[in-house]
């Protein structure tokens, strides 16, 4: 596995893994095939894995932590805090709001500890900017938490090119992580470029389009009663066969290229940049071995214009979010 920077010193394989699946959002699935998963993607090169406090909530950590415990020397392992998580009349604990506060931020990293059974986290996200917190206090008590050996490096996540250069001149932000792909790209031009000025990793996750851009999701009704992306606008009924006829571009490309629609669309995110580190996520190895083989498919720069000239920004249709969580995103 080829292996990248994110801010000044933190390597890790070009191509990460995004954990959330495993256990939140898209139904979950068998403990032990989520291990297996787990501990095959270190075997294979990958050294780079993504959780946070929100994922189940708490039972994605325990799952990496579980997973990865005697694997700790070859990992990198990110995290994050910056949602309320509260019980409902039932019991169940889910997301119920932003708290960026410094006394979050500190009793997360803690909890988080614990639960991923390790000393320090690689590096811990601000999950989503707090409107009624200035970035510079939050980060401020991430910096702390650096001071204390508790987090080795910070990140942010979903925030705009203003508040990453804020945030920045607290302390060094490794890493920014938001949503990246030919299926979404509004992070193109500010973002992107203002990473590259400040010598920010950027983090892309669902660089696949939440599946669309695999190839495989062809109808709507293969997805579970429960999975995230029914309350995502690009999903409707009335958006969605338009998207897959985009989608169904990349396809063809791909066969074209000798590769699979997931490897294409994973290469051409790594050709945006050498400071961008994608993080698909998968619960099955044969999908984590395809989208590892992605870090050696190269891409040539009329590969490149050639895709750009099928599959524009605007190819795909429909807002990113709900009204309800898009307020979550300082853009």
Same mark, same amino acid.
């Given at each position: 596995?080829?292996?990248?920077?994110?801010?000044?010193?933190?390597?890790?394989?070009?191509?990460?893994?995004?954990?959330?699946?495993?256990?939140?959002?898209?139904?979950?699935?068998?403990?032990?095939?989520?291990?297996?998963?787990?501990?095959?993607?270190?075997?294979? !090169?990958?050294?780079?894995?993504?959780?946070?406090? %929100?994922?189940?909530?708490?039972?994605?950590?325990?799952?990496?932590? &579980?997973?990865?415990?005697?694997?700790?020397?070859?990992?990198?392992?990110?995290?994050?805090?910056?949602?309320?998580?509260?019980?409902?009349?039932?019991?169940?604990?889910?997301?119920?709001?932003?708290?960026?506060?410094?006394?979050?931020?500190?009793? =997360?990293?803690?909890?988080?500890? &614990?639960?991923?059974?390790?000393?320090?986290?690689?590096?811990?996200?601000?999950?989503?900017?707090?409107?009624?917190?200035?970035?510079?206090?939050?980060?401020?008590?991430?910096?702390?938490? %650096?001071?204390?050996?508790?987090?080795?490096?910070?990140?942010?996540?979903?925030?705009?090119?203003?508040?990453?250069?804020?945030?920045?001149?607290?302390?060094?932000?490794?890493?920014?992580?938001?949503?990246?792909?030919?299926?979404?790209?509004?992070?193109?031009?500010?973002?992107?470029?203002?990473?590259?000025?400040?010598? =920010? !990793?950027?983090?892309?996750?669902?660089?696949?389009?939440? !599946?669309?851009?695999?190839?495989?999701?062809?109808?709507?009704?293969?997805?579970?009663?429960?999975?995230?992306?029914?309350?995502?606008?690009?999903?409707?009924?009335?958006?969605?066969?338009?998207?897959?006829?985009?989608?169904?571009?990349?396809?063809?490309?791909?066969?074209?290229?000798?590769?699979?629609?997931?490897?294409?669309?994973?290469?051409?995110?790594?050709?945006?940049?050498?400071?961008?580190?994608?993080?698909?996520?998968?619960?099955?190895?044969?999908?984590?071995?395809?989208?590892?083989?992605?870090?050696?498919?190269?891409?040539?720069?009329?590969?490149?214009?050639?895709?750009?000239?099928?599959?524009?920004?605007?190819?795909?249709?429909?807002?990113?979010?709900?009204?309800?969580?898009?307020?979550?995103?300082?853009?």
């Amino acid at each position: 596995m080829k292996m990248r920077t994110l801010g000044a010193d933190l390597t890790v394989s070009a191509i990460g893994l995004g954990c959330m699946g495993m256990s939140h959002a898209y139904g979950g699935q068998d403990e032990a095939l989520s291990i297996e998963t787990l501990r095959h993607a270190v075997e294979i !090169g990958v050294t780079f894995f993504d959780t946070a406090e %929100v994922y189940g909530p708490y039972t994605n950590e325990i799952l990496v932590g &579980k997973a990865l415990k005697d694997l700790r020397d070859k990992v990198t392992i990110a995290t994050k805090f910056g949602f309320k998580i509260a019980k409902d009349a039932s019991g169940v604990s889910s997301m119920a709001g932003v708290d960026g506060s410094p006394e979050n931020a500190k009793a =997360v990293a803690e909890a988080s500890l &614990k639960r991923l059974g390790i000393d320090v986290i690689d590096l811990y996200y601000l999950h989503r900017p707090d409107p009624n917190v200035p970035i510079e206090e939050s980060v401020g008590a991430m910096a702390d938490l %650096v001071k204390a050996g508790k987090v080795r490096t910070i990140g942010l996540s979903e925030v705009d090119a203003a508040t990453l250069r804020r945030a920045h001149a607290v302390h060094p932000i490794t890493a920014l992580q938001s949503e990246y792909s030919l299926w979404f790209r509004e992070v193109e031009g500010d973002i992107l470029d203002t990473c590259r000025e400040l010598g =920010v !990793g950027f983090v892309p996750f669902s660089p696949l389009g939440r !599946g669309m851009l695999t190839g495989t999701l062809r109808s709507l009704d293969s997805l579970g009663a429960n999975d995230f992306r029914r309350s995502l606008p690009r999903f409707d009924a009335e958006n969605f066969d338009a998207n897959l006829a985009a989608a169904d571009v990349v396809v063809k490309l791909a066969a074209e290229k000798g590769v699979t629609p997931a490897q294409l669309a994973l290469a051409w995110v790594l050709a945006q940049g050498d400071f961008i580190v994608p993080i698909p996520g998968t619960r099955n190895i044969k999908r984590l071995e395809e989208n590892a083989a992605a870090a050696d498919v190269v891409l040539t720069e009329a590969d490149l214009d050639e895709i750009e000239a099928a599959v524009r920004p605007d190819s795909f249709v429909g807002a990113r979010y709900g009204e309800n969580f898009a307020k979550l995103v300082r853009r």
